[in-house]
Each structure stands twice: as C-alpha cells, then as structure tokens.
C-alpha cells in the first residue's frame, strides 16, 4: 500500500471509527450524547463484567467524551482538525478507563476496539475496491 493510500486509510479510520462505533449501537444522529453514553456503558458492562462501582466511574467518562465529541461534530471545523481532536480524544478517554477498569477488562475493551478498527478497515477497502 502507498503512503497516499495508507494516509487516507489512516484518517477515514480516525474520522469514522467513533461515529462507526456510535453508529453500531442505533441511529446515533438522533440520540443525545446522554444517550449514547448509556448505551456504551451499558454494552462495556455486559462485555467487561463491571461492577457497580466501575459501572458509575466508566458512565462518567462515557458521558464526559460523548459530550465532547457532540462539540466536536457540531464544530464548523474541517475534517482533518476534527479527526485529530477525535484522537486526542480517544487516547484520553483510553487512559482515563485504564485507571478504573483491571488490567483484563481494559485488555478486553482494547481487544474489543481492535476488532472494530479491523472491520472498519475491511469495509473500507471493500467500499474502496468496489468504486473502483
């Protein structure tokens, strides 16, 4: 693959994997980022097993980078500033849970990302190969 490919690749994932994600759980356009935070931690609370106390600490940071990322998509910014805003974003949102999860549900929830990103990229190339 070459560098332009891999650019591009490389920013449609940052661009559309936490409105991909978002999407994967219902109709996010029409949702509130309250909404959209409970559907989350729901789903991390079924898949990681929390408990109550992490339960809460994970929903506040949910709702806290949802709320976030509704600033960022209401933004008039471009789509490149927006992707980096989104990866900042990711990356605090990442080392908050890490502090509040175990070791082997934060495993889990970045085996979990991993495997999103990956169908994410397949889609992509099919989308991209079947343009072509």
Do not use: H
Not at 10 to 15: E, H, P, T
Not at 40 to 49: E, F, K, Y
Not at 82 to 93: G, H, L
């Amino acid at each position: 693959m070459n560098k332009l490919t891999g650019l591009i690749l490389g920013l449609a994932l940052v661009i559309f994997l936490p409105v991909q994600s978002m999407a994967q759980m219902g109709d996010f356009k029409n949702t509130t980022p309250q909404e959209r935070a409970d559907k989350m931690t729901s789903a991390m609370q079924s898949d990681l097993s929390l408990d109550e106390a992490t339960t809460k600490a994970v929903a506040e940071i949910n709702l806290k980078y949802a709320e976030e990322a509704q600033t960022v998509m209401d933004s008039s910014g471009t789509q490149f500033g927006k992707a980096m805003t989104f990866k900042k974003s990711e990356q605090a949102k990442d080392a908050e849970l890490k502090a509040v999860l175990s070791p082997e549900q934060y495993s889990k929830y970045e085996e979990k990302k991993s495997a999103l990103r990956e169908a994410m990229k397949q889609k992509f190339m099919e989308k991209r190969q079947s343009a072509q």
